[in-house]
């Protein structure tokens, strides 16, 4: 949904009109945009173009952005951002690398999307950019509708002119069209076995399974991703803040899920031991090529991921309360072992929000699954996760007291003392 290899949604597939933001022709620039850094923008009149262009010269660091709304209505995932750039040879040639950050919001707080672009070609070219094809912010996924500017980060020395930045605007797609194009850029030309996962024409309750895999049992693996989303969804009813339909990419080779994510930009860091990945609401993982026909508990485990950013509105990550709810609606509660000390000790560790490692998945799940063992605690956790998205952190120990009435500390003290009575309990026959 999110690749940068889908502008193949282009006016031959669906009827465009354009939009124009900005072409730069009239004389009150200051009142439209504002500078920030080490940086020079004015308008100039072209050698090679009808009338004026923006020239720019800038650092690194400095940016670029809109001082108000650029357009009145409403941007879509089938829109696209396009703008003419002509990249100005310099004395010692470097490669523009350019974020472009679209400002948005969600629910009145800010949520930006952002795509980096880079090229060192001078001259003249038309730059593309679909509005699906941004990232989300770190911690919300965005709503189209709500994008309202648009922002240029310089990451390098640059020199540049830009020109006619407008809106294409294609008419609305079926729900499912961002889906395939998603698994055309996954897989190609190879074969390729499908399944839709939910109720037809129900979005926010559609998963749809695409895999090159041969062997692999999507009937039991279609399953497992529905017995998952009926626990996350016992837990958490209600409506997704972020709906759409999740595309579940299974890789038969290694090699074809890593490439595949190297062609995003920007591309996600891919972990060595990983098996999985979620990101850009695309989750994906590969098989076990050992027994092919296999459904790994990572397969859930991404699908879960998704489940939990659509519901709540926030971007995968990989931290504790990202990776314990994953866990959770993968495996369960059955047949879980006793945590070791060690294990119970490495939490306190983690609940910065930094980056949780593979080893502390079982860990996180047992401490996320503390705060949701009854409805009142899952009313709590659905407001840390609120809070998480609102201010920008899954630190528990900057949320714990306004959400739960206590400090992580107390929090972490109280699910000690509950794992340890849960242990000594007698086990029934």
Not at 116 to 125: K, Q
Not at 184 to 189: E, I, L, N, Q
Request: hydrophobic share 45%; proline share 6%; aromatic share 8%.
């Amino acid at each position: 949904m999110l690749l940068i290899c889908i502008p193949a949604l282009s006016a031959a597939r669906q009827p465009a009109t354009d939009q124009v933001l900005d072409d730069f022709e009239s004389a009150s620039l200051a009142t439209r945009w504002t500078a920030d850094g080490p940086i020079r923008a004015e308008r100039v009149r072209s050698a090679d173009r009808d009338g004026f262009v923006l020239h720019i010269d800038a650092d690194p660091s400095s940016n670029l952005s809109t001082r108000s709304a650029l357009w009145k209505t409403p941007l879509s995932e089938t829109d696209t951002i396009a703008f003419d750039l002509n990249i100005r040879p310099r004395a010692a040639p470097t490669a523009l690398k350019l974020d472009i950050r679209l400002i948005a919001t969600v629910a009145g707080e800010r949520a930006d999307r952002w795509m980096r672009y880079e090229s060192s070609e001078a001259g003249w070219r038309r730059v593309n950019l679909p509005i699906a094809a941004f990232q989300d912010d770190e911690f919300a996924l965005a709503n189209a509708t709500e994008v309202t500017g648009v922002e240029f980060r310089f990451r390098s020395y640059s020199s540049v002119d830009i020109d006619n930045l407008h809106v294409v605007r294609h008419a609305e797609s079926e729900s499912n069209d961002q889906c395939e194009f998603v698994v055309t850029a996954a897989f190609g030309d190879r074969p390729i076995r499908q399944l839709c996962v939910g109720e037809p024409g129900v979005n926010a309750s559609r998963l749809i399974i695409a895999t090159d895999c041969a062997g692999l049992d999507l009937g039991a693996l279609g399953g497992e991703v529905t017995a998952a989303a009926a626990r996350f969804r016992a837990d958490f009813p209600g409506e997704d803040r972020a709906p759409g339909v999740i595309p579940l990419l299974i890789f038969a080779d290694r090699a074809d899920w890593v490439g595949f994510w190297r062609n995003v930009s920007p591309p996600p860091v891919v972990p060595k031991d990983a098996d999985g990945l979620t990101s850009m609401r695309v989750a994906t993982a590969v098989c076990d090529m050992a027994d092919p026909a296999r459904v790994r508990d990572v397969f859930i485990h991404e699908a879960a991921h998704m489940m939990i950013a659509r519901r709540f509105g926030l971007t995968p990550r990989s931290d504790w309360l990202h990776e314990g709810l994953a866990t959770r609606y993968q495996r369960g509660d059955a047949g879980r072992a006793a945590l070791a000390p060690r294990e119970i000790d490495s939490v306190s560790r983690l609940i910065d929000g930094s980056q949780t490692p593979i080893a502390a998945y079982s860990a996180v799940e047992r401490f996320v699954s503390y705060l949701a063992r009854d409805a009142a605690s899952r009313r709590q956790l659905v407001a840390a996760l609120e809070a998480v998205r609102v201010n920008r952190t899954a630190d528990l120990r900057k949320i714990a007291p306004s959400v739960f009435g206590k400090s992580a500390d107390t929090l972490l003290r109280d699910w000690r003392n509950f794992e340890r009575q849960t242990d000594a309990a007698p086990t029934r026959p």
